[in-house]
Nanobody
C-alpha cells in the first residue's frame, strides 16, 4: 500500500510558475513509477507527466511539454512537478498516482495506476 499526499497548489497568474510535491509513505516508493494527472471541471482525468521508478525515463502530455518537468528524490520519497509558463487551461485538480507494479516499465494509462493522492487545486488566472 502506498499513501500519497500532494502539496504546492494555489492560485497564480498566467505565465507564472508553481511546484507541486507528492510525498509518499511506503518503503517500496523508490521502485514505483509515479504519474501526475489532472482533472478540470466537466472533463475527464488526464495524464500530465510520468516518471519511472529510477528517474531514468519521463513522459509528458503534448499540452505541457517544454513547460512542465517532473523529478523525484527517492531518498526523500518525494516526486515533484515543476510547472512553468502556466496557462488558464492548466487550471485543474492535480493528482499524483503510483503504479503498484515494482520496477516495471513506465506506463501512461489512467488504469495503470493503483494508488492516488487526494489532489491539489491549481488555478491559473488570465
Amino acid at each position: 500500500q502506498v499513501q500519497l499526499v500532494e502539496s504546492g497548489g494555489g492560485v497564480v497568474q498566467a505565465g507564472g510558475s508553481l511546484k507541486l510535491s507528492c510525498a509518499a509513505s511506503a518503503r517500496t516508493f523508490s521502485v514505483c513509477n509515479i504519474a501526475w494527472f489532472r482533472q478540470a471541471p466537466g472533463k475527464e482525468r488526464a495524464l500530465v507527466a510520468a516518471i519511472r521508478w529510477d528517474g531514468g525515463r519521463t513522459f509528458y502530455a503534448d499540452s505541457v511539454k517544454d513547460r512542465f518537468t517532473t523529478s523525484r528524490d527517492n531518498a526523500k520519497n518525494t516526486v515533484h512537478l515543476q510547472m512553468n509558463s502556466l496557462k488558464p487551461e492548466d487550471t485543474a485538480v492535480y493528482y499524483c498516482a503510483a503504479d503498484k507494479r515494482l520496477v516495471g516499465p513506465l506506463r501512461v494509462g489512467l488504469r495503470d495506476y493503483d494508488y492516488w493522492g487526494q489532489g491539489t487545486q491549481v488555478t491559473v488566472s488570465s
